[in-house]
């Protein structure tokens, strides 16, 4: 079946060093969604990307969705410590409407 | 911005009792919301999509018996696990997509379960 795979499964990283979690999907995508969950919160969406080959940025967050609408990345520059916490991406089922697929999700956590 | 409100946030039953959460959007109608499960370190699993005034369609996998899904209205959907046993213990979110916008999904802020 469909699949979204994310890597790394964790980052530790010291303040100031850059992030970067990549999401590959089994399938063509139509659109691709990031979201971030606090420890002990929930996910609260970033950004949905739909072309491809388009780039957003998000002040220190930039998110890739790539020419094949295969995969995505998400980076993350000079992290802070308000950056901890895990970073889902999700791509649509392609046969079931409105459902969402998520990866497994890279938890970061930023030592100061 | 589309809010959900979910409750409750945290509840403890005994084992073999009923508890009802609920998913309500705010801000605007939802007419499918989404109810996963979600175990520590591991990633959302959807158990079901609630469809108002119809039935919900459930994952593989999961006991509709079990997992009692209710979508009465275009803002309300709850979700009541039956007959509670410890390994129910989770924590269940629910989402809605508002679709005016393109805001992805709104997430509820969950409802930790544990069942002793």
């Known amino acids: 079946g469909q699949q979204v795979m994310q890597i790394p499964q964790y980052q530790h990283v010291q303040e100031g060093e850059d992030f970067t979690t990549y999401c590959n999907s089994s399938t063509t995508l139509s659109n691709i969604q990031w979201y971030k969950q606090r420890p002990g919160g929930h996910p609260v969406f970033l950004i949905q990307l739909v072309k491809s080959g388009e780039v957003k940025k998000q002040k220190r967050l930039t998110f890739q969705f790539g020419e094949a609408k295969k995969n995505s990345s998400l980076h993350i520059t000079a992290t802070q410590t308000t950056d901890v916490g895990t970073y889902f991406c999700a791509g649509p089922s392609y046969n079931q409407g409105g459902k969402l697929i998520f990866g497994q999700g890279t938890e970061l956590s930023v030592k100061p | 911005g589309a809010v959900v409100s979910q409750h409750p946030s945290r509840v403890i039953c005994k084992s073999g009792t009923s508890v009802k959460i609920e998913c309500r959007s705010l801000?605007?109608?939802?007419?499918?919301m989404f109810w996963y499960r979600q175990f520590p370190k591991q990633s959302l699993m959807l158990m079901a999509t609630s469809n108002e005034g119809s039935k919900a369609t459930y994952e593989q996998g999961v006991e509709k018996d079990k997992f009692l899904i209710n979508h009465a209205s275009l803002t309300l959907s709850t979700l009541t696990v039956t007959s509670a046993h410890p390994e129910d213990s989770s924590f269940y979110i629910c989402?809605?997509?508002?679709?005016?916008?393109?805001?992805?999904?709104?997430f509820g802020s969950g409802t930790r379960l544990t069942v002793v």
């Open positions: 989402s809605a997509r508002d679709l005016r916008g393109l805001h992805g999904y709104t």
């Open positions: 801000d605007f109608q939802a007419t499918t």
